[in-house]
């Protein structure tokens, strides 16, 4: 997994050509484009099979870079990059000339934000320009948090893999738009809310019903294969085993104070009891399961406080309806 300077340059003349490379963030796996070429940008939503509309992140080098890629740029933005940057935090602000359309879905907006990871880092270092980066996995599936699951999702679609290890946070950034002073939270993630606000001295919004095309924002996304149900943390034993019991192969994910032993699954994760081991652990979980065959996950949502929050909101959306096709049998008829 050692990364070398050649392997940057490489990774640098691929996008210099309009190619596809996958990079390490301290977060996902992205899968970069040159955010100034159209062409090149068209080939992510290709790759990933998502729709046009869902505008990518831009990432940059560092945050004296901002002004290049936004306009109208106000002081608390330029205060939150400067505390978060590098790092999981991606401010939504008005599009800058240098960013096309095909990026932003059409959107008079723009997402930036500079990774914390020095693979990307040396990249975007040696690139120069801005590389728009969705997480580099198939539309609505779980981000990759290892160079491998990118390979396993994407394969032929990608034109070079940096294999940075293992993301350290490992659930992709929190997404907040800042117009003027006021600061609106669209996605949580490795920042947490009251970091946040903490810096920014007062609250941060939260939209309940947002406007905002997110893809995050589907009923479905950062889905498994197998389905999701959630329950509360006391029925998750219960829940499983009847699941079994009516011929399912269940995944289980226990709640720290659950023993296993006692628990009937034909799969079982015991969720960390730090958050940060959890959401750095959570897709891998997910794709374990997945792997040992479940067709059904049965888990229980964390306390929805610090990284908590960012966990709750991905399994919540890993347990949303999907479309008819995609539905096992329901576990009670
Ligand atoms: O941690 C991350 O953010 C990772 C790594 C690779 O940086 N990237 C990531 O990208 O999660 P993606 O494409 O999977 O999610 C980007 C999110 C989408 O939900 C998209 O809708 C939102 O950012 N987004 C991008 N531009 C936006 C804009 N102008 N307004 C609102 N949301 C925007
Ligand atoms: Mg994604």
Redesign the pocket.
């Known amino acids: 997994m050692t990364v070398r300077t050649d392997d940057i340059e490489r990774a640098a003349d691929v996008l210099r050509a309009g190619g596809l490379v996958a990079l390490p963030?301290e977060?996902?796996?992205?899968l970069g484009a040159d955010a100034e070429n159209p062409t090149a940008v068209a080939r992510v939503f290709q790759a990933k099979g998502r729709p046009p509309s869902?505008?990518?992140?831009v990432?940059v080098g560092s945050a004296e870079q901002l002004a290049d890629w936004a306009e109208d740029v106000t002081a608390t933005a330029r205060r939150l990059a400067e505390h978060f940057w590098p790092g999981?935090l991606?401010l939504?602000l008005r599009r800058g000339r240098r960013v096309p359309l095909e990026v932003?879905g059409g959107?008079e907006?723009?997402?930036l934000?500079v990774?914390d990871h020095p693979v990307a880092r040396a990249l975007l270092a040696a690139f120069g320009g801005g590389v728009a980066?969705?997480?580099a996995n198939r539309f609505g599936s779980v981000?990759p948090t290892t160079a491998d699951h990118v390979r396993a999702e994407l394969g032929d679609a990608v034109d070079y893999v940096l294999d940075g290890g293992s993301c350290e946070v490992g659930v992709?950034?929190t997404?907040v738009?800042v117009t003027g002073d006021a600061v609106t939270l669209?996605?949580p993630?490795?920042v947490t809310r009251e970091d946040l606000e903490a810096v920014l001295d007062g609250p941060v919004a939260v939209p309940t019903d947002s406007p905002?095309?997110?893809?995050?924002?589907h009923p479905s996304h950062y889905a498994p294969r197998a389905r999701v149900v959630l329950v509360a943390p006391g029925q998750v034993a219960a829940e499983a085993e009847l699941a079994q019991q009516q011929g399912h192969l269940v995944g289980v994910f226990l709640p720290p104070e659950v023993a296993r032993a006692d628990v009937k699954a034909h799969a079982k994760i015991t969720v960390p009891s730090s958050s940060a081991a959890y959401a750095r652990g959570l897709y891998g979980f997910l794709r374990e399961l997945d792997q040992a065959g479940c067709d059904l996950i049965v888990a229980s949502l964390p306390v929805e406080q610090g990284l908590g929050l960012a966990i709750a909101n991905r399994l919540r959306r890993a347990a949303g309806p999907r479309p008819a096709d995609q539905l096992t049998v329901p576990i009670r008829p």
């Open positions: 963030t977060t996902v796996y992205g869902h505008p990518l992140i990432h999981p991606t939504v932003t959107l907006t723009v997402a934000r990774p980066a969705p997480s981000s992709e950034s997404i738009g669209l996605r993630g490795g905002v095309r997110v893809p995050g924002q």
